[in-house]
């Protein structure tokens, strides 16, 4: 695992976009999060692909999680949101983007294609973001370290935090499809991205902690190219922040 301290968040985008660009100038097939973590990310990869640095031309991509009971082309949509935020501003296929199916009357039948189709390609780089319980995607604490893509019930603090995005809360989905963190850890590459002391916990048991389910973001210590962007108000509670610092000057380049 490697762990990058940067000052500000707009740092943290700079060096995960560094390290996704080249896999889409590959053709790879990235793995996209939605929600405020990733956002400078999105927002520097937009940059270098309007100063033709980059190009998205052959890639394919897969969200990590959509509502139960949203179509693709609802407002408040994940599969929406991502094209807003992201895949609208580059040259990626519009096809070639994947998300759940939340409209599916079978959510369960949704859950078990997404993961076929998942499986049935090989997920160069995955860009992740982290919730201030520690949680993945819907990977609430308890999740199974090995769970596949599953419909995950949403706490009531999830969709009270959530009614922001809607006319009332009544109108926030209930359940939501998401993939499992065995699915996460299949990826080849895993960047997570995390700024704001309000993660710092998160941070700190996802790096520092033991691997346990009370902590899904801890699963990535398992993994052989798992690499931790963090502005410095995240990494505030990490024990061996000055190590990390020191390592990432002597890394070879």
Do not use: W
Request: charged fraction near 25%; include cysteine.
């Amino acid at each position: 695992m490697d762990i990058i301290i940067c000052k500000d968040e707009q740092e943290v985008g700079k060096a995960a976009a560094a390290l996704i660009a080249p896999f889409a100038t590959k053709g790879g097939t990235l793995g996209l999060a939605t929600g405020s973590s990733p956002l400078s990310t999105y927002q520097e990869l937009i940059r270098m692909y309007e100063a033709g640095e980059v190009s998205f031309k052959n890639c394919k991509a897969f969200l990590l999680d959509e509502y139960v009971g949203l179509t693709r082309d609802d407002e408040n949509s994940y599969f929406k949101t991502i094209r807003k935020e992201f895949t609208d501003h580059i040259d990626i296929v519009d096809e070639e983007v994947y998300s759940p199916d939340g409209a599916n009357p079978d959510p369960y039948e949704a859950a078990a294609e997404y993961e076929a189709k998942i499986a049935a390609e090989s997920v160069d780089v995955q860009i992740l973001g982290i919730g201030g319980n520690g949680h993945i995607a819907f990977n609430e604490p308890s999740s199974s370290l090995s769970g596949l893509t599953k419909v995950q019930a949403l706490h009531p603090k999830t969709v009270e935090d959530n009614a922001r995005f809607f006319n009332t809360i009544e109108e926030v989905p209930t359940h939501a499809l998401t993939q499992g963190l065995g699915t996460l850890s299949r990826a080849q590459n895993i960047v997570l991205v995390a700024t704001g002391e309000g993660k710092a916990d998160a941070i700190r048991g996802t790096v520092e902690g033991p691997v346990t389910a009370s902590c899904p973001g801890s699963i990535l210590q398992m993994h052989n190219n798992a690499t931790i962007i963090v502005d410095e108000a995240a990494a505030s509670k990490l024990e061996n922040a000055d190590h990390y610092r020191l390592m990432e000057q002597l890394k070879l380049r």
